[in-house]
């Protein structure tokens, strides 16, 4: 031991340190050693070579880079959830990449990795529809949550002829899963309040609205305010509708409830005739996952995550970028 720290002990006490730090860091990193058998070897004890572990990565001596192999922007994830605290971020890589469902299914295939990784499995699952959520279905391997139950969180009967069934997503989820779905076949948005309240009070419908309120996980797509809108692809809005809702500052959907930049409800009209989950649900569960495919969708991402709407994001560089700058 003495041989060994000779020339660290002819050092300055600052420099000695250092030295030590740059002894463990090698040793742990590098050379693969336990905590344990690096106390052994310098004479040390396991908390004073966790702590210059600790100094050594605060310090610069030691960085660390994760480079995983999927490819994943985690300077972009680090800052997000540094910014937003949430639980996880997901941040696609997509280069010069601009044709939108490119980008849609680079997320849907990061999304659907991030649902079979999930651990505990979810034994009931809430989930939205809409073009990002179908394609996150598409994307999820076969027999990835045995005997999980789905249950659709927003009314999904299209007033219009669409490319795909709404109700399908929460069917496909089920059955890639190897389980079961409970469908919400009602329309999102009804004539009138008094409609609406009616149907929530069926026993049918109301008791799929309380297994939403139950599903301890939340999967959902967020909606841009555009023209590509699903909601006004399926009948449920117009144009007017939506430079109304631009005029009262919304930036988007959640589950088909349009909000402003701070997350709150834009048209309490319209929300009043909305059938679903309603946002404060939200805060009581223990995963909500969103996901925001392309840039149109930054600003109802930003307000997701500056609401606390969800513990975990799912999105594409691009998005990322322009949520951290409306951010700031």
Same mark, same amino acid.
């Given at each position: 031991?003495?041989?060994?720290?000779?020339?660290?002990?002819?050092?300055?006490?600052?420099?000695?340190?250092?030295?030590?730090?740059? %002894?463990?860091?090698?040793?742990?990193?590098?050379?693969?050693?336990?905590?344990?058998?690096?106390?052994?070897?310098?004479?040390?004890?396991?908390? %004073?070579?966790?702590?210059?572990?600790?100094?050594?990565?605060?310090?610069?001596?030691?960085?660390? /880079?994760? =480079?995983?192999?999927?490819?994943?922007?985690?300077?972009?994830?680090?800052?997000?959830?540094?910014?937003?605290?949430?639980?996880?971020?997901?941040?696609?890589?997509?280069?010069?990449?601009?044709?939108?469902?490119?980008?849609?299914?680079?997320?849907?295939?990061?999304?659907?990795?991030?649902?079979?990784?999930?651990?505990?499995?979810?034994?009931?699952?809430?989930?939205?529809?809409?073009?990002?959520?179908?394609?996150?279905?598409?994307?999820?391997?076969?027999?990835?949550?045995?005997?999980?139950?789905?249950?659709?969180?927003?009314?999904?009967?299209?007033? +219009?002829?669409?490319?795909?069934?709404?109700?399908?997503?929460?069917?496909?989820?089920? %059955? #890639?899963?190897?389980?079961?779905?409970?469908?919400?076949?009602?329309?999102?948005?009804?004539? #009138?309040?008094?409609?609406?309240?009616?149907?929530?009070?069926?026993?049918?419908?109301?008791?799929?609205? =309380?297994?939403?309120?139950?599903?301890?996980?939340?999967?959902?797509?967020?909606?841009?305010?555009?023209?590509?809108?699903?909601?006004?692809?399926?009948?449920?809005?117009?144009?007017?509708?939506?430079?109304?809702?631009?005029?009262?500052?919304?930036?988007?959907?959640?589950?088909?409830?349009?909000?402003?930049? %701070?997350?709150?409800?834009?048209?309490?009209?319209?929300?009043?005739?909305?059938?679903?989950?309603?946002?404060?649900?939200?805060?009581?569960?223990?995963?909500?996952?969103?996901?925001?495919?392309?840039?149109?969708?930054?600003?109802?991402?930003?307000?997701?995550?500056?609401?606390?709407?969800?513990?975990?994001?799912? =999105?594409?560089?691009? +998005?990322?970028?322009?949520?951290?700058? /409306?951010?700031?």
């Amino acid at each position: 031991m003495a041989e060994r720290n000779v020339y660290a002990a002819r050092l300055p006490i600052n420099e000695q340190r250092d030295h030590l730090m740059v %002894q463990v860091a090698k040793l742990y990193y590098d050379l693969d050693r336990t905590q344990s058998d690096i106390a052994s070897e310098l004479g040390l004890t396991r908390w %004073q070579v966790g702590r210059l572990l600790t100094e050594a990565k605060e310090g610069g001596i030691v960085r660390i /880079e994760i =480079t995983p192999r999927g490819g994943r922007r985690t300077s972009l994830e680090v800052e997000l959830q540094r910014r937003f605290s949430v639980r996880e971020v997901i941040v696609v890589p997509t280069g010069d990449i601009e044709d939108p469902s490119l980008i849609i299914d680079s997320v849907a295939q990061a999304a659907a990795k991030h649902l079979v990784s999930l651990s505990p499995k979810p034994a009931l699952m809430g989930v939205s529809w809409g073009r990002t959520m179908a394609a996150v279905a598409r994307a999820l391997p076969k027999d990835w949550c045995p005997g999980l139950h789905v249950v659709l969180v927003n009314g999904s009967t299209a007033l +219009t002829t669409t490319t795909s069934r709404n109700s399908a997503v929460a069917e496909e989820f089920a %059955q #890639s899963a190897g389980g079961r779905a409970t469908l919400l076949p009602v329309p999102a948005i009804m004539g #009138s309040r008094s409609t609406r309240d009616a149907l929530e009070q069926d026993p049918i419908i109301e008791r799929v609205l =309380t297994l939403a309120e139950e599903a301890p996980v939340l999967c959902f797509g967020l909606g841009g305010l555009t023209h590509q809108s699903v909601l006004l692809g399926s009948g449920y809005l117009d144009e007017d509708d939506i430079a109304r809702l631009r005029k009262l500052n919304s930036v988007g959907d959640i589950m088909g409830r349009f909000v402003d930049r %701070q997350g709150r409800i834009a048209d309490t009209h319209l929300d009043d005739r909305t059938i679903g989950l309603r946002l404060e649900a939200l805060s009581r569960k223990e995963r909500v996952i969103g996901v925001a495919a392309g840039e149109d969708k930054h600003l109802i991402a930003a307000a997701c995550l500056g609401a606390g709407y969800v513990t975990d994001l799912v =999105t594409d560089e691009g +998005t990322a970028r322009r949520i951290l700058e /409306e951010a700031a």
